[in-house]
T-cell receptor, first 112, second 115 residues
């Protein structure tokens, strides 16, 4: 079945460390997105990519980085510059908007 | 500023009762509209979407939503709630002038179902 796979489901990071969250899709979607979810704030866009080797900052890109070397993959790195990284991270993909958006099951990152 | 508003942070409803969740948006152009549901610790599942045409949209799990342009609203309804409907619900919008559409979300409404 086609879908989006995020790994790991839970991730613990020490302060000052970079961590990378994985997102893989087999839906043949061109666009991929990373959202951050905090209680009471809905989902906020971190980065998005419309095509391979191209990506754009979203509303809260500071302290994050991404790459898009393959159509299927859009990993997110949470750097030590991100001051409050503890959150639930969701990856999504879409064809043009009329095709809808598919979400992964998320990664919960906790700084310890 | 463009925004999506879900006025109700938390709703409690009895099992078998009707449910209505409100969503208002502020965009100049006609947006694409979505409702998603999220169970604790899970991703988002699409309930329904509106792009054009009939303003009453049917979705999965017995949900429907009505687009009212004059009120800039896209409220979600279910005639009879089941205990399994307890979850968080998000309204989301894509502005159609943005061909690759960034999905913008409301803050969510938490639904609690009581016996």
């Amino acid at each position: 079945d086609g879908g989006i796979t995020q790994s790991p489901k839970y991730l613990f990071r020490k302060e000052g460390q970079n961590v990378t969250l994985s997102c893989e899709q087999n839906l043949n979607h061109d666009a991929m997105y990373w959202y951050r979810q905090d209680p009471g704030q809905g989902l906020r866009l971190i980065y998005y990519s419309q095509i391979v080797n191209d990506f754009q900052k979203g509303d809260i890109a500071e302290g994050y980085s991404v790459s898009r070397e393959k159509k299927e993959s859009f990993p997110l790195t949470v750097t030590s510059a991100q001051k409050n990284p503890t959150a639930f991270y969701l990856c999504a993909s879409s064809s043009p908007p009329s095709g809808g958006y598919t979400f992964g099951s998320g990664t919960r990152l906790t700084v310890v | 500023a463009q925004s999506v508003t879900q006025p109700d942070i938390h709703i409690t409803v009895s099992e078998g009762a009707s449910l209505e969740l409100r969503c208002n948006y502020s965009y100049g152009a006609t947006p694409y509209l979505f409702w998603y549901v999220q169970s604790p610790g899970q991703g988002l599942q699409l309930l329904l979407k509106y792009f054009s045409g009939d303003t009453l949209v049917q979705g999965i799990k017995g949900f429907e939503a009505e687009f009212k342009r004059s009120q800039s609203s896209f409220n979600l309804r279910k005639p009879s709630v089941h205990w399994s409907d307890a979850a968080e619900y998000f309204c989301a919008v894509v502005v159609t002038t943005d061909s690759w559409g960034k999905l913008q979300f409301g803050a969510g409404t938490q639904v609690v179902v009581t016996p």
